[in-house]
T-cell receptor, first 115, second 112 residues
Framework: EPEVTQTPSHQVTQMGQEVILRCVPI?????FYWYRQILGQKVEFLVS????????KSEIFDDQFSVERPDGSNFTLKIRSTKLEDSAMYFC?????????????FGPGTRLTVT | GDSVTQMEGPVTLSEEAFLTINCTYT??????LFWYVQYPGEGLQLLLK?????DKGSNKGFEATYRKETTSFHLEKGSVQVSDSAVYFC???????????FGTGTRLTVIP
């Protein structure tokens, strides 16, 4: 069964460094998402991406964040200058159509630790 | 704005016990409601969903009914198994919207 994959499973970085989190969505899906979960808190929506552009983003997704689908396969989340509060589990998801009633398919997550 | 409030965990039950995990929501429109489950080392997987009031979602012995009058979508299972040990997330999505609103997740541990 097709699945969403994410790499790495755990990333440790120093404050101020750039990180890139990678995701490979399910191949025939059209909508892509990033969510994050800070330990003990809710899973929060960051951004959605469709047709090679951001379709929606939350207040969390500020200028430090960017997303890209560089090669039609990978979907990446870049954090330019990490802060301690960026430490969280980051989940990628994809969907064949716009969400709403449709299921989103999630990857296993990347745990980001900023020291 | 939209939000989901979920029962705090962790929850520990003996095998064959009855499970309820409470979930209530706040939404501006008429959302679809979901329960996702995350088994250790895996991504979130859709467990069940309901797209309108009074709908009942069910899967793998789990059930949840969309109650508009109480804005709730409580998850139930009559007899849990050790293999049900996981983290359960309640979520909502507005019609035509492009993102999910999640609760904090409830960790369930079932002991033999």
């Amino acid at each position: 069964e097709p699945e969403v994959t994410q790499t790495p499973s755990h990333q440790v970085t120093q404050m101020g460094q750039e990180v890139i989190l990678r995701c490979v969505p399910i191949s025939n899906h059209l909508y892509f998402y990033w969510y994050r979960q800070i330990l003990g808190q809710k899973v929060e929506f960051l951004v959605s991406f469709y047709n090679n552009e951001i379709s929606e983003k939350s207040e969390i997704f500020d200028d430090q964040f960017s997303v890209e689908r560089p090669d039609g396969s990978n979907f990446t989340l870049k954090i330019r200058s990490t802060k301690l509060e960026d430490s969280a589990m980051y989940f990628c998801a994809s969907c064949p159509e716009v969400a709403g009633t449709h299921e989103q398919y999630f990857g296993p997550g990347t745990r980001l630790t900023v020291t | 704005g939209d939000s989901v409030t979920q029962m705090e965990g962790p929850v520990t039950l003996s095998e064959e016990a009855f499970l309820t995990i409470n979930c209530t929501y706040t939404a501006t429109g008429y959302p679809s409601l979901f329960w996702y489950v995350q088994y250790p080392g895996e991504g979130l997987q859709l467990l069940l969903k309901a797209t309108k009031a009074d709908d009942k979602g069910s899967n793998k012995g789990f059930e949840a009914t969309y109650r508009k009058e109480t804005t709730s979508f409580h998850l139930e299972k009559g007899s849990v198994q050790v293999s049900d040990s996981a983290v359960y997330f309640c979520a909502l999505s507005e019609t035509g919207a492009n993102n999910l609103f999640f609760g904090t997740g409830t960790r369930l541990t079932v002991i033999p």
